[in-house]
């Protein structure tokens, strides 16, 4: 009986790519399975994130509940992965002994010869060492999982934010070669992938070689992605203000497959603040991008990141962010109370402000995005939306769920064959998490005479 692999995935999306890959790789050298139950594994496998305290703490919690497995089976094999374990190292293993595998996100190719080791008796195998580019090249050809893939394109970040830890967890950035990218590309969509999320911790930043040695820039790139056969829709995270460079901009007025969203981090409005941070802008900058951006694309669906109460942030700091929050007008964002981490700058920096008054303005904050998340889905009402389709809706089986180009799921009544397929959708409802729709006219006939 094949083994079983368990994996638990925290963090963004870069980790969710990596946990895919990890269990290609152990799939393909030692035959395994993966399972839902933690209590059947042979292996299991935590990958983490230690970009906020909360985060840290699952850490913990998740591996103290593992050991007792381990008490019961102690052949089972723990491994901790991803950016906390790239933190923390073998200092992990000597709160948590149990911890056989410490691996980091630019070895978690390794892990095959990891495990080996593990298992011939050899106790805490630690490798969080940045090997560079080595781990793409050792990883299986990549296999669809229905019609939306992401695809991983550079690694890492150089900017060193003031309260960030990814600097320190991934390395520094490198770009894959483009080659290597199309070709991965070109694989997923013979596969049946229409849309894809090209990934990075600073997308935009990438500068991969060529096959002639030459260096393409992140505007290329798209460029090349859309010329892929089946690829009709095309995503990318997180970008940086920093080196949202005009061409990317008119890579949105020539490229049709790009989707008419940006999600482009700002983290403050107060120009004082992203200094302390060291953004590298200001907030002039961003609201340039912003307004060529909507220029080459009237209507574009706007997201953000906010830290709320970065060390010395007074009310007119904060006044700042919701004034430009009221100029952009964001479709979506996401906003955390600042979390001091360690080994970063900014975790030194004197903090008068009270936890009582941060928790305050992220409400606020909080409160006025979400208003502009709703206005944004009632205003979809009557328009009609290029919908991928990824499948039945949980709620309802007989109904089909896919997403428009925002990111809003949407549900709606349609015949299965359309799975895989993009449909236009009427939009009829908004809810607070989802839209409602159904297929209109136009597709249905389109559908008709596929049939
Ligand atoms: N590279 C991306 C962000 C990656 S981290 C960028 O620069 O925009 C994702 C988000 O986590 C960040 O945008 C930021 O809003 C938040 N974040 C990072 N470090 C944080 C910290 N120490 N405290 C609170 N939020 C943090
Ligand atoms: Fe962190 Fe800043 Fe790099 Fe984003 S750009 S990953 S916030 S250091
Ligand atoms: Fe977390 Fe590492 Fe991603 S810290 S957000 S898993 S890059």
Request: aromatic share 12%.
């Given at each position: 009986?094949?083994?079983?692999?368990?994996?638990?995935?925290?963090?963004?999306?870069?980790?969710?790519?990596?946990?895919?890959k990890m269990r290609d790789v152990l799939q393909a050298s030692h035959g395994m399975e993966l399972t839902e139950?933690?209590?059947l594994a042979d292996v299991l496998l935590l990958n983490t994130c230690s970009i906020r305290e909360k985060a840290q703490e699952k850490v913990f919690s998740a591996i103290g509940r593992w050991k007792k497995i381990k008490d019961k089976r102690p052949d089972v094999i723990i491994g901790v992965g991803g950016c906390v374990a790239s933190q923390e190292g073998a200092a992990l293993q000597k709160r948590a002994p149990y911890v056989d595998i410490v691996f980091g996100p630019q070895t978690l190719h390794r892990l095959p010869e990891l495990l080996n080791q593990a298992r011939k008796g050899q106790q805490h195998v630690v490798d969080i060492s940045f090997p560079e580019i080595e781990k793409f090249d050792a990883l299986p050809a990549p296999r669809a999982e229905g019609p939306k893939a992401y695809v991983s394109v550079m690694e890492g970040c150089s900017k060193y934010c003031t309260y960030c830890v990814v600097p320190y967890t991934r390395g520094e950035e490198v770009s894959r070669p483009l080659n290597d990218v199309i070709a991965e590309i070109t694989t997923l969509a013979e596969q049946g992938v229409r849309e894809i999320n090209l990934l990075g911790q600073n997308v935009n930043a990438y500068r991969g070689e060529t096959a002639d040695g030459e260096i393409a820039s992140f505007a290329l790139l798209l460029h090349y992605v859309a010329a892929v056969d089946g690829i009709d829709r095309i995503r990318f995270t997180t970008s940086h203000p920093l080196e949202f460079t005009d061409d990317i901009i008119e890579a949105f007025a020539e490229i049709p497959e790009l989707v008419n969203h940006l999600h482009l981090p700002v983290q403050s409005g107060s120009n004082r603040i992203l200094a302390e941070m060291k953004r590298g802008h200001k907030r002039e900058d961003y609201l340039e991008i912003i307004r060529k951006m909507k220029a080459v694309r009237p209507g574009i669906s706007l997201s953000s990141d906010f830290i709320i109460g970065f060390p010395g942030e007074t009310e007119q700091d904060f006044a700042d962010t919701m004034d430009l929050i009221e100029t952009v007008g964001f479709d979506f964002s996401y906003s955390f109370i600042f979390s001091p981490r360690p080994g970063t700058p900014a975790a030194n920096y004197i903090d008068e402000v009270s936890i009582a008054t941060k928790e305050q303005r992220l409400q606020i904050l909080k409160e006025r995005l979400n208003d502009m998340t709703m206005a944004f889905s009632d205003a979809m009402i009557g328009t009609v939306q290029s919908v991928l389709v990824?499948?039945?809706?949980k709620k309802n089986p007989l109904h089909l769920t896919g997403r428009t180009e925002n990111n809003r799921v949407i549900n709606f009544a349609a015949h299965p064959r359309l799975i895989g397929q993009f449909v236009d959708v009427l939009v009829t409802e908004a809810l607070p998490n989802s839209l409602r729709g159904r297929v209109v006219e136009t597709s249905i006939e389109k559908i008709t005479q596929i049939a």
């Open positions: 009986m094949a083994q079983k692999l368990y994996i638990q995935t925290n963090g963004c999306q870069m980790n969710e790519y990596d946990s895919d139950f933690p209590e990824e499948g039945a809706s």
